[in-house]
């Protein structure tokens, strides 16, 4: 794993160790195994695998392990991940022992043992590695993605021959270069005066080029000699084919059982994974919305581990956690001498994730000051380290994710309207578990599995698990379950079953209402119209979206 970057600003001295927590780095590429064994007088009752950042031990449902028993805090500890350091943090008033000794603060090393109310708990490196969860998509930036709610919408180039032996065939650009001519190209047209790789059609976010190959290509009477933009209703003449390139927008309903390490029965989920797995393809910010506890990480590991970016690294940065004077330093990263400890130059996570996908979990909470920044990066793409000039344009996909309603929070002055509209190019929302409790025979079968081999719930504790509201969701239903497999052993009976009420669990709000952030959208894209004087072009570079997308937003809205 890579190592983190920290850093701070306007400070006498860096940041602490518990500040550092708050971010993660792991890549796509094979992860060895770094886990818990949870033992109670002498027997193995399960193991749990980390993950880098924080996993939390305790009996509260809220916890990442919740634990039975008097001795056991509602929130007893954190083992926290940093790179390839792991550190056991007390956070209880009985007490986390080791070697006889309690311990506030204590980095383990493969092979320790600490006590947890009565359970002994071992900390393992190594073993088995795990390949990601799904084999990527293909990269799609030859298409255009103009939406992505219930159903995918998206505009692709299609090569249309006008006249020669294929006269009247339509056949779509799959790539983001695509070979043209006689056998041997990707697109093979019968035309016998054609060679190999005859020419090449480029198509980025729905504009096309044709270049020149193997062949004579004339265009405009004309021959291409370089790189050169094709625009609608111009022929491209190759031997006796003439052929024109037309955009049309595609609508598709995707649907699968499966997206990284999640499963679903319930229809509005597999049309969700169909979706994230059609988005995964391409390159633009994803906004992850859901109540806590749906799986906003489990979306974003996903998003990372299906796209072509899967190889390079995935980095999360809680950004709840970051205190906003070192949220410049540690974004950004600083340079040697930029503020007392800082003894060598650091890049921030926007170097660390280039190529790869950088996840920034609770976006919500960012204060004023730190979105200003987080906005610069993303309008412009530079980023320059704190007291350097140095500037740098890491490529990085953004998928963030909240558990507020950013829509409010525009509407009440607490989160910039222009930053919100720049993370949300594509919006989706995880259902809370209430909402989809078809999915909790398949959920409970797959927590189980993770337990013990021979872990198992009866038919009749599963009714009582689907008769639940959820308000932890599925972080509460795997609690459920391993509290009940604890205390009652691997068959899972009604009677083990026991749910705890979440401190400060109130009634849920209702789903954000699309027609709602349909207006904000409207509002604001007519705000920026406005703002340029009704040009659309330098309306859609400010709103980060192409020209096309805009066009089809402004029908979508009826605008004249």
């Not at 920290?6 to 160790?17: A, L």
């Not at 070979?179 to 005066?193: E, H, I, Q, R, T």
């Not at 209703?233 to 049309?248: N, P, S, Y």
């Not at 929302?429 to 398949?442: A, K, Q």
Request: include cysteine.
């Amino acid at each position: 794993m890579a190592g983190r970057v920290w850093g701070c600003e306007r400070r006498d001295s860096p940041p602490s160790e518990h500040e550092r927590d708050s971010m993660e780095v792991v890549r796509g590429a094979d992860v060895t195994m770094v886990s818990l064994t949870f033992f109670r007088n002498g027997e193995a009752l399960m193991d749990y695998r980390l993950r880098a950042g924080h996993t939390s031990i305790g009996r509260a449902d809220s916890c990442d392990v919740a634990l039975p028993g008097d001795a056991v805090s509602r929130s007893h500890c954190l083992v926290i991940g940093r790179g390839a350091r792991w550190e056991l943090v007390d956070r209880s008033r009985h007490g986390t022992w080791m070697d006889g000794q309690r311990v506030e603060r204590r980095m383990l090393e493969s092979g320790d043992v600490f006590t947890v109310g009565e359970f002994e708990v071992h900390f393992r490196e190594g073993g088995r590695t795990f390949p990601p969860t799904a084999e990527p998509e293909p990269d799609r930036t030859h298409e255009l993605l103009v939406g992505a709610d219930d159903a995918v919408l998206v505009q692709k180039a299609v090569l249309v021959v006008i006249e020669g032996p294929d006269q009247g065939n339509r056949l779509e650009l799959e790539a983001a270069r695509v070979s043209v001519g006689g056998a041997g190209s990707m697109v093979v047209l019968d035309d016998a005066s054609l060679v190999a790789r005859h020419c090449w059609l480029r198509v980025a976010r729905g504009r096309v080029m044709v270049e020149p190959g193997a062949g004579s290509t004339r265009l405009d009477g004309h021959r291409v000699r370089t790189i050169t933009p094709l625009f609608p209703g111009e022929v491209v003449v190759l031997g006796a084919t003439h052929f024109k390139v037309e955009l049309g927008q595609i609508a598709e309903e995707p649907l699968s059982g499966r997206f990284g390490e999640m499963r679903a029965e319930n229809l509005a989920m597999k049309r969700l994974f169909g979706v994230l797995r059609r988005v995964s393809g391409h390159h633009y910010p994803v906004l992850v919305v859901g109540e806590s506890g749906t799986g906003k990480e489990l979306v974003a590991r996903g998003i990372h581990e299906h796209s072509p970016r899967a190889e390079r690294r995935f980095i999360a940065v809680n950004c709840g956690a970051i205190p906003a004077s070192l949220f410049e330093s540690e974004l950004f990263g600083y340079e040697k001498g930029a503020f007392t400890g800082a003894d060598r130059k650091k890049d921030g996570v926007f170097h660390d994730a280039d190529g790869g996908t950088l996840f920034l979990d609770e976006v919500g909470e960012l204060p004023e000051d730190a979105q200003a920044k987080l906005l610069r990066v993303l309008e412009t793409g530079e980023v320059r380290r704190v007291g350097g000039t140095e500037v740098r344009h890491p490529d990085v996909r953004i998928v963030a994710a909240t558990n507020r309603d950013l829509t409010k929070a525009v509407a009440a002055g607490l989160f910039r309207e222009d930053l919100f509209f720049r993370l949300a190019v594509l919006s989706v929302e995880v259902p809370p578990l209430r909402e989809r409790t078809e999915d909790i025979p398949l959920l409970a079968r797959s927590l189980c599995a993770r337990l013990h081999p021979d872990a198992a719930v009866s038919s009749e504790a599963v009714d009582v698990l689907t008769r639940h509201t959820w308000p932890g969701n599925v972080r509460e239903l795997r609690n459920v379950l391993t509290r009940a497999y604890v205390l009652g052993g691997p068959a899972i009976q009604v009677g083990s079953l026991s749910f705890h009420q979440l401190p400060g669990a109130t009634e849920p709000e209702p789903p954000v209402q699309r027609n709602f952030v349909d207006n904000a959208e409207r509002a604001y894209i007519a705000q920026v119209l406005r703002r340029h004087g009704d040009n659309r072009s330098a309306a859609a570079r400010e709103l980060g979206m192409a020209r096309s997308t805009l066009l089809y937003k402004l029908r979508k809205y009826g605008f004249a």
